[in-house]
């Protein structure tokens, strides 16, 4: 049995989702390790389309349990919705889900706070998703947060709450914005909690039992390697750690117990708000992959970026995080297009071929990429099911992306469903 973390390989909304779904059918454990709901993803299965920002994959398999790590900030509202929607389809979660009580929740100031420091910065703005991810993760390590175990008794929530609220009561009205009150706070937050309070359990030593035990887990990581806080395209980025070492702190698993990273890609690349992406397309083909893939933002429905495959970033993510296989999604749709091509480097202003690791956000945006070009398949392959059906100029196409990232590729997508999961034989 094996423990396997799956991250995003470029910069999130890669359908890995997907893949954890695919690989939970036989995991005993499934789990969240970072993050909170201004990621989502979007899983088919036999229950039905599931739209999804904090409950981990694996809930609709009935012998997988489901853990929520601390690493992860709860919206306490959030999570109320995904399990009233995975009930309606007669999914039961209430004895298979475990959410840490050291989870830092969400509060209603976070938001707001977040839409503040976005407004300040004007065209220098971060382009976040609004759901206040930087200034609960902020609150969480300048000693500010307000945890799950903090609900359990009231008294100590309520003190905490009041000084979090005249900080952040301060700033609102400073930028002319109504307060919040603290009766209406407070009651919400506990009538919300008290509907979770059933699976708000320290998952710690469940997880070592099944480590214990050689249980088959799943760990699963949200948004992408490359928006992680520290080697992401920073200030463009989010607030928690997005690498498959995330899962160590983040969950509470030593790093020797991991036995395989998935890094999931798409087979071109996209991106979401602000921030450089060298193989952006700002023509014809880029709205034609945008259409043909539906690119628009599950939490925040705004358009993506669409663009060529970055060879040069997923080279470098799947070092980063020790990816042991690729999974690329969305092969199909490329379909129609005569022609494509795969970033391989970056040119900046000095001439010389360089690396995503040389240099930072600014830098990244003055470069331009070097591409290799190959020709299209021009066939449908959405309803392939098998490598050798694939056509020869795609098979072609993934075996040039698994020579120029240096990972092998072990699954190609080419489509949402299970089943539209082809298996990539090793060379």
């Not at 407070?186 to 070592?208: I, M, N, S």
């Not at 509470?252 to 890094?263: F, T």
């Not at 060879?311 to 490329?334: E, M, P, S, Y």
Request: charged share 20%; glycine share 12%.
């Amino acid at each position: 049995m094996s423990v396997t973390v799956v991250i995003g390989a470029q910069w999130g909304d890669e359908a890995k989702g997907k893949f954890v779904d695919l690989l939970s059918q036989q995991a005993e454990l499934t789990a969240r390790f970072n993050g909170g709901d201004n990621a989502g993803y979007t899983v088919v299965n036999p229950h039905g389309t599931f739209k999804l920002r904090l409950t981990p994959n694996g809930f609709a398999n009935p012998a997988t349990t489901c853990v929520i790590g601390p690493g992860v900030v709860v919206n306490l509202g959030t999570l109320l919705s995904e399990l009233e929607m995975i009930q309606q389809a007669g999914i039961s979660l209430d004895e298979r889900l475990w959410v840490s009580p050291r989870c830092h929740v969400v509060m209603p100031y976070h938001p707001r706070v977040e839409a503040i420091y976005e407004r300040a910065k004007g065209k220098a703005s971060t382009g976040t998703t609004g759901r206040g991810m930087g200034p609960v993760y902020a609150d969480k390590v300048s000693y500010n947060g307000i945890r799950l175990a903090d609900l359990f008794d009231e008294g100590v929530f309520a003190s905490k709450l009041r000084i979090q609220l005249e900080l952040k009561n301060a700033l609102l009205r400073a930028y002319n914005e109504e307060a919040l009150d603290f009766l209406t706070v407070y009651e919400e937050k506990l009538a919300q909690f008290a509907r979770l309070r059933h699976v708000v359990r320290e998952p710690f030593g469940l997880l070592q039992q099944a480590l214990q035990r050689g249980a088959e887990i799943v760990l699963e990581g949200a948004q992408g390697a490359l928006l992680d806080n520290d080697w992401g395209t920073y200030p463009f980025c989010t607030a928690s750690t997005t690498l498959a070492g995330g899962a160590a702190a983040g969950l509470g698993i030593a790093p020797r117990r991991i036995d395989r990273v998935v890094g999931v890609a798409k087979a071109y690349t996209t991106r979401v708000g602000a921030g450089p992406m060298p193989t952006e397309l700002l023509d014809e083909t880029g709205e034609v992959i945008r259409r043909a893939g539906a690119e628009f933002g599950t939490v925040t429905g705004r358009p993506r970026r669409c663009g060529w495959f970055d060879a040069g970033l997923v080279h470098f993510t799947a070092a980063l995080n020790g990816c042991t296989q690729i999974a690329l999604t969305k092969l199909d749709v490329l379909d129609g297009l005569p022609r494509l091509k795969i970033g391989v480097g970056y040119r900046p202003q000095d001439g010389e071929i360089a690396h995503y690791w040389q240099g930072d956000a600014r830098w990244l945006e003055g470069c331009q990429p070097e591409y290799i070009e190959l020709q299209g398949w021009e066939q449908p392959t959405s309803s392939v099911r098998h490598w050798q059906d694939l056509p020869r100029l795609a098979q072609a196409y993934v075996r040039k992306v698994e020579e120029l990232v240096g990972t092998p590729v072990g699954w190609v997508s080419v489509g949402p469903g299970r089943d539209a999961t082809i298996t990539v034989p090793s060379l």
